[in-house]
């Protein structure tokens, strides 16, 4: 495993478990101790994590996970937004999800271009709007841990629209499907699927492997997967099998 890609792995199980020993995160990564305590001591440097006797526990900011996120691998989420933008066609109704590669996709949408957007992240409506675009926004409950709306006020609003396209984002995709860490974003991301007649799933290579707690919705129920990297076998056999046109390694390409 490539030195980025472990690091990545080893803040993705800190955040999830919510604080690991050494020993735990050698075992499940497959490392020697001395391997992880380096590991530890840059991602420390770097704030992503907080070394402790011991082990590691979320950054201070772990309450924040969208701005550590929004930073993370910036110039691959860039060439997914890049190529995500050719998909949008004149006169579409299109459903942004949440998230930051949502975000620069949406910083992205020609001015000239004519669609109806809904979303349910503030910050995408900015973005959009400054090019002059119309927005509409789900309303529901704001987690500001995600930046974004959730819960029966937004699902409600999305049912009342039939959608041409949905841009989705993701926490996770692993060989069933693609997963999400909290419920209330898992149900959203449920209902955005089942209301609208295209998906196109938006997801850099971090996120590949990862089995969160939540399932938003099979590999089926996805038609694209625009990614920077190539797409890891353990995934793409389910992927593929479910007939997803698979367009990667756009940070190659841009």
Not at 203 to 209: G, N
Request: charged share 30%; glycine share 6%.
């Amino acid at each position: 495993m490539l030195p980025k890609k472990r690091k990545q792995q080893i803040v993705d199980l800190v955040e999830d478990w919510n604080g690991c020993s050494v020993d735990e995160l050698a075992d499940k990564i497959e490392v020697s101790s001395a391997t992880i305590r380096r590991d530890l001591k840059e991602l420390e440097e770097q704030k992503l994590i907080e070394r402790t006797h011991g082990g590691a526990t979320p950054a201070i900011s772990h309450g924040k996970p969208y701005q550590r996120r929004q930073v993370q691998f910036i110039d691959q989420k860039r060439s997914i937004a890049k190529r995500a933008v050719k998909e949008i066609r004149e006169g579409q109704v299109i459903f942004f999800d949440s998230g930051s590669t949502l975000v620069e996709l949406a910083k992205r949408v020609p001015e000239s271009l004519s669609m109806t957007a809904v979303t349910r992240m503030p910050a995408i409506c900015y973005e959009l709007a400054k090019s002059d675009h119309e927005v509409a926004l789900t309303g529901g409950t704001y987690q500001k841990e995600d930046h974004s709306c959730v819960g029966p006020w937004a699902d409600n609003r999305v049912k009342q629209i039939n959608a041409d396209l949905l841009f989705l984002g993701t926490d996770g995709v692993d060989k069933d499907g693609v997963t999400a860490r909290d419920i209330q974003q898992s149900q959203i991301k449920r209902t955005l699927i089942d209301n609208a007649r295209r998906i196109i799933l938006l997801a850099d290579h971090s996120k590949f492997d990862k089995q969160h707690a939540y399932q938003s919705g099979l590999h089926s129920s996805i038609d694209v997967l625009i990614t920077d990297s190539t797409v890891p076998e353990s995934v793409r056999e389910g992927i593929s099998a479910a007939g997803v046109q698979i367009i990667e390694n756009t940070d190659e390409k841009s």
